[in-house]
């Protein structure tokens, strides 16, 4: 990705007297795609239409990928169709980008009609598209179609972490709880609760279903993990929060924790851990604010009373 030191080469190979192919020119698209540097890889690629290369299918991969990860899906469809025009056949990764784009606006239709062609391509296994089309039809809660796909995916294994993910929200979003809930726990024994994003759906699937319990073991399995707990962690703890902390208490949390203060984090951490019973952990969570050589707010010594109180710890709570 130095996008600068390739067009170098690039510039330096053209002045020696050699004609790049659209390989060259592909890469440095691609580069200047992932970096969001739309307006250069339009540079770059109109370069190599005055240089009188013909574009390829990877050429106008690179692009059309480029702007629907920008979320210019107008601008992706219309390289698309120019790839139609000059009689190149999609191939498998394009034709995925491409339906990104119809998911981006909506499209349900042509969306379809995309990713029959997918399926007609010998061997394409291609995640992204299912997955797009299987987010396509949660947002239209269009549940049986979602289906279809996901158990075809499921029954090859090769259902992801996104999959599951999609399918948890489809199945909330309907008021299928129990099914969101079964999705979850087949999410977390396939080993795909591995990042932020699907701790977060799960835990928030646990939340809403009163399972506060499993909800701070997931917690515990995040810090373990070193995970950083992110924006969405927290909105679920201050959930799971409101089931058993006051108003008031939250409340303070949530403002610390917005303003940015020193130990807000830990101090929601060691909340959510004493409010669920795991007294253990809620302890050794607070101790990690409480023997900090910094002057304490108030918010994070009544976090400290309350955790040493409900652990049957009153003398510490009392000191």
């Not at 992204?128 to 979602?146: F, P, T």
């Not at 796909?149 to 499921?154: M, N, V």
């Not at 208490?249 to 101090?267: D, N």
Request: proline share 1%; aromatic share 8%; net charge negative.
């Amino acid at each position: 990705d130095l996008v600068d030191q390739a067009r170098d080469v690039l510039t330096e190979m053209r002045e020696m007297g050699f004609k790049p192919h659209s390989l060259a020119f592909s890469a440095l698209i691609g580069c200047c795609a992932r970096l969001g540097q739309l307006s250069d890889a339009i540079d770059v690629y109109q370069d190599l239409v005055n240089s009188g290369v013909k574009p390829n299918e990877f050429v106008y991969g690179s692009l059309i990928n480029g702007f629907v990860e920008n979320g210019r899906v107008e601008e992706a469809l219309k390289y698309f169709r120019h790839m139609e025009e000059s009689g190149i056949s999609a191939n498998q990764i394009v034709l995925s980008s491409h339906l990104k784009a119809y998911s981006k606006v909506d499209s349900l239709d042509g969306a379809k009609v995309l990713y029959e062609r997918l399926k007609d391509l010998e061997g394409a296994r291609n995640i992204v598209a299912s997955n797009s089309m299987i987010d396509l039809y949660a947002d239209h809660g269009m549940v049986s179609e979602a289906e279809l796909i996901f158990e075809k995916l499921r029954a090859k294994a090769w259902a992801n972490e996104i999959t599951y993910a999609t399918m948890i929200y489809l199945y909330k979003s309907v008021g299928m709880l129990d099914e969101a809930i079964d999705i979850a726990e087949e999410m977390k024994l396939s080993g795909l609760v591995r990042d932020c994003g699907s701790f977060n759906k799960v835990m928030s699937c646990y939340a809403i279903n009163g399972q506060l319990r499993e909800c701070g073991e997931l917690l515990h399995e995040m810090v373990t993990r070193k995970l950083l707990p992110d924006i969405g962690t927290f909105k679920v703890l201050f959930t799971i929060l409101k089931k058993g902390v006051s108003v008031e208490a939250v409340t303070q949390l949530e403002s610390s924790y917005h303003e940015g203060k020193p130990y807000s984090r830990q101090a929601i951490i060691t909340s959510v851990f004493s409010m669920v019973g795991m007294h253990a952990l809620a302890l050794e969570s607070c101790e990690k604010f409480t023997k900090a050589d910094v002057k304490l707010d108030s918010f994070l010594y009544n976090v400290a009373i309350h955790a040493y109180g409900a652990a049957g710890q009153s003398h510490k709570a009392l000191n």
